[in-house]
């Protein structure tokens, strides 16, 4: 079993930015693709960011390139998600996510967070 425990979000005006974090329970999460998905008021819970188990490869959302970075410290069990250029519509709870698969879809993940929530004002 592994808990995943996220930071506190927060409220930021847009251009501003936040750091998302994700702990860790057990001694496996190097095993573990670990992503983060959003979802806002009256939408779909989509993804946003993954990194390899061992961080060589990530995946972003179009939506999120060039202005959102995942990182992971196997050292410490967590991960990550800098936000950079935050605009309204990256209003959303953020949840962190285990899988095995860097496109996992929400379906196919494993564990979930508690989920946190991201307020961005224009």
């Known amino acids: 079993q592994v808990q995943l425990v996220e930071s506190r979000g927060g409220l930021v005006q847009a251009g501003g930015s936040l750091r998302l974090s994700c702990a860790s329970s057990?001694?496996?999460?190097?095993?573990?693709?670990m992503g983060w998905f959003r979802q806002a008021p009256g939408k779909d819970r989509e993804s946003v960011a993954a990194?390899?188990?061992?961080?060589?490869?990530?995946y972003y959302a179009d939506s999120v390139k060039g202005r959102f970075t995942i990182s992971r410290d196997n050292a410490k069990n967590t991960v990550y998600l800098q936000m950079n250029s935050l605009k309204p519509e990256d209003t959303a709870v953020y949840y962190c996510?285990?899988?095995?698969?860097?496109?996992?879809?929400?379906?196919?993940?494993?564990?979930w967070g508690q989920g946190t929530q991201v307020a961005v004002s224009s």
């Open positions: 990194i390899s188990g061992r961080g060589s490869m990530t």
């Open positions: 996510a285990a899988s095995v698969r860097l496109l996992a879809s929400k379906e196919e993940v494993n564990f």
């Open positions: 057990g001694r496996t999460f190097s095993n573990y693709v």
